[in-house]
């Protein structure tokens, strides 16, 4: 590990080690699960850092419509990460079991598989936003000057969502290999490619919300392209060794591991969708709040995902881990890993909603351009103080989803999203709206969006059916001989 990369473990273990002393977790578990959260981390902070810079560059030059244009379009782009993210679900569960049970001779049937998947689903999504960006967006927004900002970005943006899908597969792959770090210098480094590429045609080319988009597809074509290298060759230049060496050549449309995979990620992708269709209403309904809300809302949403970022490494942590002793049939271990690892996420929540709180306002200046409407601000640092709240509960529900996704068991953490997302969170927004709640049904709705999942997520895994589940797709249920 280099020295940058040992100081970035550090907060992360200090934590995990506090945990293990007071008897909370295991030292041992505790000391894995840094190791292998803490890149995953790193990437999402890279990541919603580059998305953030995005909508900071868009502000700073073009001002506040530029914020709302870009938010509007935001959810058609989320369609990637419940395609990619969807069968990267799939990809993670069989890969870490077989991994953990040694069987690598279907691992490379799952990467093809999952590859294959993921640009046939995601093709006819990139002709509709490229034919039909101003009509999509209209569904959402009326005001003229956002609409056109919104429909430029989508038209170009939407060309990268193939390249984001196969992003997810490959970083899931080799964190399923027990190797999160080289994929969190794989992703990282596109999301540094992002935003120095950002810079340039936003602010040098003055290229506006086309450069935002132009820069992500070409940063997610980056990392597809460091991705397939290392997994084809075992290494790639600049990201060294990778864990796993997928032939290239070989068996790509296996019908068992296709069914698998669709039956896995199906409802993991619908779970992630939840969120993406849950925006379309939200951001229409926020149109109505009076004048700065929508950018407000828009500026605590890109500032809430980088708050986020420990459920990104907790949760793959817990999928690979509990996955590994699942493919071990070592199901009293993988609850053991997967009850410390909630732990682990909470208190760790809990320091990064800390830390939000107190830096919420310098955070939010950085967006604000002069001349949007005054209101955008304050309303703005009250949201983030509302997601500092709702973040502890995130901390419950993500970590539970891990071993849920590794068993195979994805059914009932997208219900439970759906139920959050639809059942509480959007009819408080929408009450604000038409009731003296006013932005207190925000606040309320950030507040619900994590409470229930948490409730329902932890239930499941406190239940134990995911260990039952998980004995449907481990390994040695399959034939050994399967096609590489």
């Given at each position: ?48 850092s ?33 395609i ?9 569960a ?54 056109e900002?919104?429909a ?8 990268g ?114 969120w993406?269709?849950?925006?379309f ?28 970022t ?105 219900l ?69």
């Amino acid at each position: 590990m280099s020295r940058t990369g040992a100081v970035l473990r550090l907060p992360i273990l200090y934590i995990g080690l506090a945990l293990a002393r007071a008897g909370l977790i295991d030292r041992e578990r505790a000391v894995e699960t840094a190791d292998l959260a803490w890149p995953r981390i790193v990437t999402g902070v890279a990541r919603m850092s580059k998305n953030a810079a995005d909508v900071a560059m868009v502000g700073a030059v073009l001002g506040a419509d530029a914020i709302a244009g870009v938010g509007v379009a935001g959810p058609f782009w989320g369609l990637a990460f419940a395609i990619g993210g969807g069968v990267a679900g799939g990809t993670i569960a069989l890969v870490s079991q077989r991994y953990g049970a040694d069987a690598y001779e279907q691992l490379g049937l799952a990467v093809r598989s999952s590859t294959v998947l993921v640009v046939v689903v995601s093709l006819p999504v990139v002709l509709v936003f490229w034919l039909f960006p101003t009509e999509l967006v209209r569904l959402i927004n009326s005001d003229p000057t956002q609409i056109e900002y919104g429909a430029r970005y989508l038209q170009i943006v939407g060309l990268g969502i193939p390249f984001a899908g196969l992003n997810l597969v490959g970083s899931r792959v080799l964190v399923g290999a027990d190797d999160a770090y080289t994929a969190m210098q794989v992703r990282a480094g596109g999301a540094v490619v992002n935003i120095a590429l950002n810079a340039v045609f936003i602010i040098v080319l003055g290229w506006g919300v086309a450069g935002a988009a132009l820069g992500t597809v070409l940063s997610n074509v980056f990392a597809v392209g460091a991705f397939a290298v290392g997994l084809s060759r075992g290494s790639a230049p600049g990201f060294g060794q990778f864990p796993v060496e997928i032939d290239p050549v070989g068996t790509y449309v296996d019908g068992d591991t296709l069914k698998d995979l669709v039956r896995i990620g199906t409802p993991v992708g619908a779970r992630n969708l939840v969120w993406t269709a849950a925006e379309f209403p939200m951001l229409a309904i926020l149109g109505t709040y009076r004048d700065g809300t929508l950018a407000a809302f828009v500026v605590a949403r890109r500032i809430w995902g980088i708050m986020n970022t420990p459920g990104w490494g907790f949760g793959l942590a817990s999928s690979s881990l509990t996955g590994q002793a699942l493919g071990q049939g070592k199901e009293a271990l993988a609850e053991a890993y997967g009850r410390d690892i909630i732990r682990f996420s909470v208190a760790t929540y809990a320091v990064s909603a800390l830390v939000a709180a107190v830096f919420a306002r310098p955070m939010v200046s950085l967006f604000i351009n002069p001349d949007s409407p005054p209101a955008t601000e304050p309303i703005a640092v009250s949201l983030i103080y509302a997601a500092c709240v709702a973040m502890l509960f995130r901390g419950i529900s993500g970590s539970s989803i891990g071993p849920l996704d590794a068993s195979g068991d994805t059914r009932i953490p997208f219900l439970s999203q759906l139920l959050g997302m639809f059942g509480a969170s959007i009819p408080l927004i929408y009450l604000g709206s038409v009731t003296p709640l006013g932005i207190w049904g925000v606040y309320l709705a950030f507040l619900a969006e994590t409470t229930v999942p948490a409730a329902i997520n932890y239930w499941r895994f406190n239940s134990g059916k995911w260990k039952e589940i998980s004995r449907e797709i481990r390994p040695d249920q399959n034939d050994a001989s399967a096609v590489d």
